[in-house]
């Protein structure tokens, strides 16, 4: 029996674009044992997952901190390991990841590790002579590394609920925020869209933030008929939580991905970033992604970047009315509901 181990530690967002591909993998190769190296506070994330997929919590900041968290880590794997036959799937490709590979290689045993494109990137992100065109997606960037170790595989994922619930009340996700000020439409901009939306009553509007976040939530629950604050609450009972929604409007973030391991639609919002660069939710329509086409974007691939411009008119042009109207047209008997 075969073991691989899978590296996939940060970020929230990528994690979520792995799980999809290594439920399949795991599903389609039931003789062979996956174990995940991921951060521990994301394992509730892997929810219904496959009898064969172990998920090894990993906390970086900590006890697996530096080289001597390095060399904790690898004795604890050792311990955990037993069979002789083991694959490394390196999906992070970081010096953290490197060192483990390199532990494992001159074992013998087999290596893989995600080519991360950074040649296309950075021309799709340049100032000047931009290559604008569609990258390879991170899902196909992370099936890449499984074949390199002959793991041929088809996808096998309906969703981590794929049941939907039945409701009586049409239920809206907004999720303004983002790790980054290229990713976050403007608060100002996207309070509009809240307003709008709550001046039809047969909506229930959920703000999704994390727990600084929900101070500038909580105000515009006050403001707005119909518009609840989620509190805080663990990964998986959130992923229940937007499983239940008939929609989630979310930035180029985790959210996004979020939504799609529970077949949940999403109205995404893109400024200085851009779905060229491979980081679009799984099976998502893109028909639903709102951005504006300037020569200017994207500024840089996480959104971490200055503006070139210096004022984010990518997202400022985008007007709350086109974010409703675009929701108007995604949900069931909008037209009966005079959205």
């Not at 790790?179 to 703000?207: A, C, D, F």
């Not at 909580?218 to 008939?246: C, H, R």
């Not at 980081?279 to 503006?307: A, H, L, T, V």
Request: proline share 5%; with cysteine.
């Amino acid at each position: 029996m075969t073991t691989t181990l899978v590296i996939r530690l940060s970020s929230l967002g990528d994690v979520a674009i792995a799980i999809p591909v290594l439920y399949s993998v795991a599903k389609q190769h039931p003789d062979d044992n996956f174990l995940l190296l991921t951060q521990g506070a994301w394992q509730s994330l892997f929810a219904n997952r496959p009898d064969n997929l172990t998920i090894f919590p990993v906390n970086t900041k900590y006890r697996h901190k530096g080289i001597r968290g390095i060399l904790r880590l690898l004795r604890e794997l050792s311990v955990v390991i037993q069979t002789k036959e083991v694959k490394i799937a390196d999906l992070h490709g970081v010096i953290r990841s490197f060192l483990v590979d390199c532990s494992f290689r001159i074992r013998g045993n087999r290596v893989a590790v995600i080519d991360k494109g950074r040649n296309g990137k950075r021309k799709l992100v340049r100032k000047q002579q931009k290559i604008k065109q569609p990258l390879k997606t991170t899902t196909d960037r992370y099936i890449e590394v499984f074949k390199k170790l002959g793991y041929n595989t088809t996808f096998n994922f309906n969703g981590l609920f794929p049941e939907k619930p039945l409701k009586d009340e049409i239920r809206i996700g907004i999720a303004p925020f983002a790790k980054h000020r290229g990713k976050t439409y403007p608060l100002e901009q996207m309070e509009m869209v809240v307003s709008l939306l709550s001046e039809n009553h047969s909506l229930q509007i959920m703000l999704l933030g994390s727990k600084s976040e929900r101070e500038v939530l909580a105000l515009w629950a006050e403001k707005y008929p119909n518009t609840t604050v989620v509190g805080q609450m663990s990964l998986q009972e959130e992923l229940f939580l937007i499983n239940q929604m008939d929609l989630v409007v979310s930035m180029d973030s985790a959210n996004m991905h979020l939504a799609s391991l529970v077949n949940t639609p999403v109205v995404s919002i893109w400024g200085a970033t851009h779905p060229y660069s491979g980081f679009y939710g799984f099976n998502q329509d893109e028909s639903n992604i709102i951005q504006i086409d300037m020569p200017c974007r994207p500024c840089s691939i996480f959104g971490n970047k200055p503006c070139y411009r210096g004022d984010y008119a990518c997202f400022k042009q985008i007007t709350p009315e086109m974010i409703v109207e675009k929701i108007r047209t995604l949900l069931p008997l909008a037209d009966n509901l005079g959205i």
